[in-house]
Every structure is written in structure tokens, then in C-alpha cells.
């Protein structure tokens, strides 16, 4: 059974930094990719930074390309997002995700392309 499970949510004023981190467990061999989405109250969840394990290339949104960075240790089986110069509109629960099908021609971004999932951890930017 793949298990996810998130945490390093917590509060950051505009401008900082927090660092979430997902351990996995379950199929952990098998993921071919990983990624952290965020949805905010009322709106629909948005994927935010993916990484694909294989050839190790990273994708991020437009919104929080220069600033937040997808990584991994794999040995550890954790993945990690790093947030910097945080935004108001950063503010909401922080998922990850993981999927063990080849991507072949996936959308990084599309929650529906993602098979498990963590419970997610909150975060809240305030101005």
C-alpha cells in the first residue's frame, strides 16, 4: 500500500521561506514521477512542481517558477519542496503525489494523472 504523508506547513510572512517534505513508503521503487499540488479554499487543486525520477528533469508552474524547487532524496525516500520569497497567494493545503505509469505525454500539472496521495499540510503566507 503507497503511502504519502507531508509536513513543514506552517505560517511564513510574506517574503520567506518553509520547506515541506514528503515521505514515501509502499511502491516507492516503482513511482516514475512525484509532485506537489496546492489548493486554496474554493478553488480547485493546481499542480505547482513535478519531477520526473527517471531522467530526473523538474517542471514547475508559471506562478512559482524562480521560487520554489522540487527535489529528492531518494535513498531517504523523501521528496522535498523548497519555497522561497513566499507570496499571499502561495496560501493553501500543499499535497504530494506520486504515479508509477511511464509519462508518456502526461501533463506534470493534471491531479488526475497522479494515482496516490498524501493528505496534504497547510500553508499560510500572510502579507
Known amino acids: 500500500q503507497a503511502q504519502l504523508v507531508e509536513s513543514g506547513g506552517g505560517s511564513v510572512q510574506a517574503g520567506g521561506s518553509l520547506s515541506l517534505s514528503c515521505v514515501h513508503s509502499?511502491?516507492?521503487?516503482?513511482?516514475?514521477?512525484m509532485g506537489w499540488f496546492r489548493q486554496a479554499p474554493g478553488k480547485e487543486r493546481e499542480g505547482v512542481a513535478a519531477?520526473?525520477?527517471?531522467?530526473?528533469?523538474?517542471y514547475y508552474a508559471d506562478s512559482v517558477k524562480g521560487r520554489f524547487t522540487i527535489s529528492q532524496d531518494y535513498g531517504a525516500k523523501r521528496l522535498y519542496l523548497q519555497m522561497n520569497s513566499a507570496k499571499p497567494e502561495d496560501t493553501g493545503t500543499y499535497y504530494c503525489?506520486?504515479?508509477?505509469?511511464?509519462?508518456?505525454?502526461?501533463?506534470?500539472?493534471?491531479?488526475?494523472?497522479?494515482?496516490?496521495w498524501g493528505r496534504g499540510t497547510q500553508v499560510t503566507v500572510s502579507s
Open positions: 509502499g511502491y516507492t521503487y516503482s513511482y516514475s514521477y
Open positions: 503525489a506520486a504515479d508509477n505509469r511511464q509519462p508518456y505525454g502526461v501533463n506534470w500539472f493534471d491531479p488526475g494523472n497522479y494515482k496516490y
Open positions: 519531477l520526473y525520477i527517471g531522467a530526473g528533469s523538474t
